[in-house]
């Protein structure tokens, strides 16, 4: 997926820049001192809420400026019942954002290259993108012979990988709960008790295929990463390829195309609109040739601003399916891997293709800049 990637570390944040062809294609940002998605915290139960859809839920103080939020009802784990002052094992599922505390979970996921481990669940799963059924057999098989409690998914880097090395994991993943329980009887709530480090992990894995090279900025993170691809030491990397105008770029509500047209993005509380704007000029045959660029640039808007919940696109002429069956299979493609699982629902009754997609990270426009004060989020102010 990448062929370079930039980090840059300075103090307690990191800045990973995913590129392709000179392009910026994935950005991160990771502060160690906020609640990252994946995290395990000791918490501190705090209310106890009715939500408007009449079930039950919980303000939880897990350290930060924000209380997160889980719901009492959860699958797979009996119902939540719980009191003020109370302290709970959570593990983060969505980051903090602008207006909204983070979102929780006691399921908690420990995730390695080969393994996903679920202390609190009971199925073995392989994953789906696994389809010899021999070999599924084969790993779901190594790993019930070899653990006696908890859930496992046997992630699809396990195919190619040595038996030796899978339950070397497992033996690690075990460890590292292990670790947290023993960590909890010596902590007093709210406190960290598992830092989530695999996005850069996660970045290189997806780029296994291609050459990449990595460009960092500290001599340690050059030692760390120099037995999984080709890294350099480049104190200036991010200036040199221009990743500050990149983010200037990427949070513009205006993306011209090659063709002429636009693509206009506008991030709203409750989804995303997005409207495919062809001008003038353009004929039937012009239209589609409009809408498939449109919607290979859409793919990459997505990935590279984060955008997430409710998409719902607005393409350019008729909004027929059979005219639209061609964009939609560009972005089905295009998505197909998407770490945050986007969904291509189709088009709606009133001609709109939708999409969802997982919303674990703030956006790019959200960590980049808030809500205006004088206009509060429109945009506009009065005359």
């Known amino acids: 997926m990448f062929d370079k990637i930039l980090v840059r570390e300075e103090g307690s944040i990191k800045q990973i820049a995913g590129m392709k062809d000179g392009d910026l294609r994935e950005f991160v940002v990771i502060d160690s001192n906020k609640a990252n998605e994946g995290n395990i915290y000791l918490g501190k139960i705090v209310k106890k809420i009715q939500t408007a859809n009449g079930y039950s839920g919980y303000f939880v103080n897990i350290g930060g400026d924000k209380e997160a939020f889980i719901n009492a009802e959860e699958r797979k784990l009996e119902n939540l019942n719980a009191c003020e002052g109370q302290s709970i094992i959570v593990q983060v599922l969505q980051e903090q954002r602008a207006e909204k505390g983070a979102r929780v979970t006691r399921f908690l996921q420990i ?58 994991e497992l033996k690690i993943l075990q460890s590292v709960f292990n670790n947290i ?25 997806r780029s296994q295929s291609c050459s990449l090279k990595i460009e960092v900025n500290s001599h340690i993170l050059e030692k760390e990463l120099s037995d999984k691809a080709v890294v350099l030491f480049n104190a200036k990397a991010f200036e040199e390829a221009g990743i500050e105008e990149k983010i200037n770029n990427a949070l513009s509500k205006n993306v011209k ?82 770490v945050s699982k986007a969904k291509v629902l189709g088009v709606s009754r009133a001609g709109n293709v939708e999409i969802v997609r997982s919303r674990k990270r703030p956006s790019l426009r959200d960590l980049f800049s808030e809500e205006c004060v004088t206009c509060q989020g429109t945009g506009r102010v009065e005359k």
């Open 111 to 168: 995730v390695g290259t080969f393994l996903v481990y679920s202390p609190y669940g009971e199925d073995i799963l392989v994953s789906a993108k696994i389809d010899d059924e021999e070999k599924r057999e084969e790993l779901g098989n190594l790993i019930a012979d070899n653990v006696d409690q908890g859930g496992w998914m046997v992630r699809t880097q396990a195919l190619d990988a040595q038996k030796e090395d899978i339950l070397k």
């Open 181 to 205: 329980l023993i960590r909890v009887k010596n902590l007093k709530a709210p406190a960290l008790l598992f830092t989530n480090d695999n996005y850069l992990d996660e970045m290189i894995k």
């Open 257 to 338: 195309l090659n063709c002429g047209g636009r693509v206009i993005i506008e991030e709203t509380k409750a989804f995303v609109a997005i409207d495919v704007d062809s001008g003038e000029g353009f004929t039937q045959g012009g239209i589609n040739r409009l809408n498939q660029e449109a919607a290979h640039e859409i793919v990459r808007q997505i990935l590279l601003r984060n955008l997430s919940g409710k998409i719902i696109i607005d393409f350019a002429g008729n909004n027929e399916f059979k005219f639209l069956k061609s964009v939609i299979d560009i972005l089905v493609k295009g998505l197909a891997q998407d």
